[in-house]
């Protein structure tokens, strides 16, 4: 059959703009599944924020009146020449702020944007097959896609998926919400909208899509358990049938040590010594003694609960005065968690340095630099971190969860296989003993530079994901 032409839907997406990981796969994943020849196009919201040097040659297409509720604001439709073809929606009202998230009517920010983005088709021309929305943000887009465009002849055979990137985040908004994003109260019953008293966004792309996907097999199977569900679990496994993990992967030719214009010097799991080059450079220029010898952890993230900072806080007096490591840090988050680490940096400056921000070439250069890195998390979609640790050499010392135990094969000393360290317990304990068995597996310099090697042969590409994925749009398509 022909490929299919897809529609991507996405409050995010790199190198235009991203908090996270959802950026980060919006960005990536459909330049992935265009290589396999699907025809696929992207559509995100004009922000404020994004890079300004990914908008050479914009140019307008059309203006959209998009009715919500007696509202009918005006959407600016535009493409941007990007390696896939990509357009925005703009809306200065809703759009020119200084964050991407966080305000009191997302929930009418982001139907406008997503109805914008169905109903902008017929002027572009295209036609999609599949409509693949991306969490809560676009959640309505499926209510809307069955119930409103699909009277159309224009829309009555697309199909739509939607992808579960973090259950945690589900967008959830009062009753009264409803009328103002073109919706009446009949949705807001349990089989439709209604969670827990409230009108549920992330509800809605789960019940009206014809299929959902998540970002790694083991997070299919644990977003089914309480445990891991946030209340969702009863709707995921009655729709088990049509739920599937695909693993994330990352852009192999942005995280390259090998090419990565950022790193002070390049390298490869053939000729390594250019890691130990950037690691006495990061040493210097996050204020840590420079020492060759002391492994060091690496930590970007969001500095948050569920990437593990309580179990990290409680770890951290044992790991300052007790192990012979240094701790580099990079990310913002909970302003207790930030206080903590600057506290403990004060104290310990030869062991922890703390830099609270997001700096895209030091995330690189850290990448390059560290010996291992720590994932902790409470629970993990997926991870992209350990991914990219991975392909530079830096070993993953992680908690047994979600995409980590996918993604994180524990060194073997007999097999010489393998490439991290995974933990069981979330808890100090449990993440010290990861710790302790890195620092174990760092003073074997032979086993070391073995699990290094395999890390770094370890193919995390989006290649065998976009094909699961072509596969899945062609058999909804059929």
């Known amino acids: 059959m022909d490929k299919p ?6 409050s995010e997406a790199a190198p235009f703009i991203k908090s996270g990981g959802l950026g980060d796969v919006a960005g ?7 290589e396999l020849g699907a025809d ?15 908008l050479d040659g914009l140019q307008h297409l059309t203006s959209l009146e998009v009715h919500l509720d007696w509202r009918k604001p005006i959407a600016e439709i535009y493409s941007v020449p990007a390696a896939v073809p990509t357009y925005l929606v703009g809306n200065d009202h809703y759009f020119y702020r200084d964050n991407i998230y966080g305000y009191g009517d997302d929930f009418q920010r982001f139907a406008f944007f997503t109805k914008a983005a169905l109903q902008m088709l017929p002027a572009l021309d295209f036609q999609p097959d599949i409509v693949h929305f991306h969490d809560w943000q676009t959640g309505l887009g499926s209510v809307y896609l069955k119930d409103i465009f699909k009277k159309f002849t224009f829309y009555k055979n697309m199909k739509c998926i939607f992808t579960i990137h973090n259950l945690q985040y589900q967008g959830t908004f009062a009753p009264d919400v409803l009328p103002q ?34 970002v790694s097999p083991t997070y299919a199977h644990e977003i089914q358990t309480p445990e891991y569900g946030y209340g969702m679990q009863g709707l995921l496994a009655a729709r088990n049938h049509q739920l599937l993990g695909i693993l994330n992967g990352i852009d192999y ?19 390594i010594a250019g890691k130990l080059i950037n690691k006495t450079r990061v040493q210097e220029i996050c204020g840590l003694p420079i020492n060759p010898d002391v492994p060091v952890f690496a930590i970007i993230s969001r500095i948050v609960e569920q990437k593990g900072f309580d179990i990290i806080s409680a ?12 701790i580099i840090i990079l990310g913002t988050g909970h302003h207790h968690f930030e206080h903590m680490l600057s506290r403990t940096a004060h104290y310990h400056p030869h062991k922890l340095s703390v ?9 690189h250069q850290i990448y390059a630099a560290s010996d291992f890195f720590l994932m902790p998390s409470l629970f993990e979609p997926c991870g992209l971190g350990q991914l990219m640790a991975l392909r530079y050499g830096s070993l993953p010392v992680a908690r047994k969860t979600g995409g980590l135990v996918d993604t994180v094969v524990p060194y073997n000393y007999d097999t010489k296989k393998g490439h991290g360290i995974l933990f069981e317990n979330y808890d100090a304990g449990g993440l010290l003993w990861g710790v302790n068995e890195a620092l174990s597996l760092y003073q074997n310099k032979q086993h070391y530079r073995k699990a290094q090697k395999n890390a ?3 193919d995390f590409s989006w290649e065998n994901s976009a094909k699961q994925y072509i596969e899945l749009y062609e058999s909804i398509i059929d």
């Open 253 to 271: 030719d942005e995280y390259s040590p090998s090419t990565q214009p950022s790193l002070f010097t390049n390298y490869n799991e053939k000729d």
């Open 40 to 54: 696929i196009r992207v559509v995100l919201p004009k922000y404020r924020g994004i890079a300004p040097q990914t």
């Open 315 to 326: 770890a951290m007096d044992e790991m300052m005065h007790h192990k012979d490591m240094q």
């Open 181 to 214: 994003v073109d919706l009446n109260y009949g949705y807001f019953v349990p089989d439709k909208l209604e969670f827990f008293g409230a009108a549920n966004y992330m509800k809605a792309g789960l019940t009206y899509s014809d299929f959902i996907t998540t």
């Open 28 to 34: 990536s994943l459909p330049k992935a599944l265009s």
């Open 355 to 363: 830099n609270l921000r997001f700096d895209a070439a030091l995330a």
């Open 5 to 10: 032409k897809i529609l991507f839907i996405a």
């Open 456 to 458: 770094m042969k370890a």
